[in-house]
């Protein structure tokens, strides 16, 4: 079963330089983190996604997480403007790859803001981390791109955190997983399930039963079981030292 396209970018020679905000930076084994996405990107074949690799960043650090650069709702693709000016140049590999996969382009212009880890979609609501790399005027523009998919889009304030998802992920049924202490989670419309565990809140709905997360979060994946769900784990330890989390590293194009 081919579920759909996975937009995945190779991790450059200059990864352990990418960007830290809210955690002490540590050294980051390359080559580790080279093998673990090969692992990610095997984790999403074998759940029935198509890999397809965005042309390299090699220049950008934090290329690899290529969730930042884009958002997919319902064939159309928001190539974002992120809040840090030095991931920019990251873009003109994932429009590209977006219109390669056949999406409608349409762009977050200046003065605008908006990283993709800030835009969560559950069913045709769109909640957007602000407080962060978001600004106000990124969310103004992609409120009026996806009114074209009959979305709602809903701000959610965060405290501390780089991204929403960060904070919070959902499972395939829309239950919400959080860490409560992160955003203001009275801004959520869906039924929340705090965790205990920060990788807790990071999954990522693979089809059918499947929830991708990370080795860091074994309680949560019992959770997740516990919740019905088949948990698929993997190891993303050298993306976690730079912030990043299970959601980062794809961009899932359903089919």
Not at 103 to 130: C, N, S
């Amino acid at each position: 079963m081919t579920r759909g396209i996975a937009l995945v970018r190779r991790p450059g020679d200059r990864l352990a330089e990418g960007l830290v905000t809210y955690i002490e930076r540590s050294d980051v084994d390359l080559a580790r983190a080279r093998r673990q996405h090969e692992a990610y990107r095997a984790a999403l074949a074998e759940a029935g996604w198509q890999i397809r690799e965005v042309s390299p960043a090699d220049h950008c650090p934090d290329s690899v997480f290529v969730e930042d650069t884009v958002a997919v709702c319902e064939g159309l693709a928001v190539i974002t403007r992120p809040g840090a000016p030095q991931r920019r140049p990251e873009l003109p590999g994932a429009e590209k790859a977006a219109r390669d996969a056949g999406l409608e382009v349409v762009r977050i212009e200046a003065p605008g803001t908006l990283d993709g880890g800030d835009v969560l979609q559950v069913g045709t609501t769109v909640y957007v981390g602000r407080g962060g790399r978001t600004n106000g005027e990124g969310l103004a523009q992609l409120r009026a791109h996806l009114a074209t998919r009959g979305r709602t889009v809903i701000p959610v304030p965060l405290r501390g955190v780089l991204h929403l998802k960060s904070a919070v992920t959902a499972l395939p049924d829309g239950t919400l997983l959080a860490l409560p202490e992160l955003l203001d989670a009275t801004a959520l419309g869906h039924p929340v399930r705090p965790v205990d565990e920060e990788a807790g809140c990071h999954v990522v709905p693979l089809g059918g039963d499947l929830v991708l997360l990370a080795a860091s979060a074994p309680r949560s994946a019992a959770l997740v079981a516990g919740l019905g769900f088949t948990p698929v784990v993997v190891d993303i330890s050298e993306y976690e030292k730079l912030e990043g989390c299970i959601t980062c590293l794809s961009v899932l194009i359903p089919g």
